[in-house]
């Protein structure tokens, strides 16, 4: 498994930092902060789909609500967590977190 670093700055890369979004996080701290919440949560470490279903819920989901916008980044990223947790468990019937399946 890469480290917490490793992953963070390879999947913050032109993809994630170029999205041509109003409500992209422009801030220079992401991928100090997303270092930081994959070593909280391994299970989104596991896998790139899950790092990147993690920051798909970021970018289109919690990043661009007008009610958590202004929120702090870790909390932004805490509740993408919980919001791609609870959409694998759903759609795969199962902590798909934790299956190296999905």
């Known amino acids: 498994m890469m480290s917490y670093q490793n992953l963070a700055e390879d999947y913050i890369q032109p993809q994630y930092t170029s999205l041509k979004l109003e409500c992209k996080n422009t801030s220079a701290n992401f991928s100090q902060e997303l270092q930081l919440f994959l070593s909280l949560h391994p299970e989104f470490s596991s896998s790139k789909s899950h790092l990147d279903f993690l920051l798909y819920c970021f970018d289109y989901y919690i990043n661009c609500d007008p009610v958590s916008r202004d929120l702090p ?30």
């Open 73 to 102: 980044l870790q909390e932004k990223l805490e509740r993408s967590g919980e919001m791609a947790k609870n959409f694998m468990t759903i759609v795969v019937g199962q902590n798909a977190l934790h299956c190296n399946e999905y």
